[in-house]
T-cell receptor, first 109, second 114 residues
Framework: GQQLNQSPQSMFIQEGEDVSMNCTSSSIFNTWLWYKQDPGEGPVLLIALYKAGELTSNGRLTAQFGITRKDSFLNISASIPSDVGIYFCAGLVGNMLTFGGGTRLMVKP | DTGVSQDPRHKITKRGQNVTFRCDPISEHNRLYWYRQTLGQGPEFLTYFQNEAQLEKSRLLSDRFSAERPKGSFSTLEIQRTEQGDSAMYLC????????????FGPGTRLLVL
């Protein structure tokens, strides 16, 4: 089946640093979504990307839909302590979301 | 709050018992999805409904699992004869079937089977 490879698996950074994470796949997706999940909660949508090459920002977050439709990245600028959590990429084809394994972000004040 | 809601948030049960979870989607959303998430992994698709019709089921959905959405609004997910391997977070999401089909998730039901 389809698989999304998300990297890095975890990051431990200093407050104020920029963060970058990405997802790659052997399959093409029509939509890429980025979610953040806090412990014991459901994923919260951060950014949705609908077109190859699309670059979208949401505050300090920026994400891009790769030209090949097989990859996406998420950047967080000037990280703050509340950015801590697990970030998931997800690709949509048909009606099913396929999730990456997540990037656990830890921010040191 | 007009987001996706799930009930209960936590459930502890003994092996062999049946459990039922409920999901209320965002009111204007006609598509509803169930996912399962185990510790340290991303969510995995189980099944989805468009209105009251169940249109797709994953191979993960064994015969002990059944989902319904009788009136095209809320949905229930039942697990019969629970096993320890069923312990996971069960997530519900909803979306519209036209335009941009972005899925919005509920808070999840965490199941622990003893």
């Amino acid at each position: 089946g389809q698989q999304l490879n998300q990297s890095p698996q975890s990051m431990f950074i200093q407050e104020g640093e920029d963060v970058s994470m990405n997802c790659t796949s052997s399959s093409i997706f029509n939509t890429w979504l980025w979610y953040k999940q806090d412990p014991g909660e459901g994923p919260v949508l951060l950014i949705a990307l609908y077109k190859a090459g699309e670059l979208t920002s949401n505050g300090r977050l920026t994400a891009q839909f790769g030209i090949t439709r097989k990859d996406s990245f998420l950047n967080i600028s000037a990280s703050i302590p509340s950015d801590v959590g697990i970030y998931f990429c997800a690709g949509l084809v048909g009606n099913m979301l396929t999730f990456g394994g997540g990037t656990r972000l830890m921010v040191k004040p | 709050d007009t987001g996706v809601s799930q009930d209960p948030r936590h459930k502890i049960t003994k092996r062999g018992q049946n459990v039922t979870f409920r999901c209320d989607p965002i009111s204007e959303h006609n598509r509803l999805y169930w996912y399962r998430q185990t510790l340290g992994q991303g969510p995995e698709f189980l099944t989805y409904f468009q209105n009251e019709a169940q249109l797709e089921k994953s191979r993960l959905l064994s015969d002990r699992f059944s989902a319904e959405r009788p009136k095209g609004s809320f949905s229930t997910l039942e697990i019969q004869r629970t096993e320890q391997g069923d312990s996971a977070m069960y997530l519900c999401a909803s979306s519209l079937s036209w335009g941009r089909e972005t899925q919005y998730f509920g808070p999840g039901t965490r199941l622990l089977v003893l």
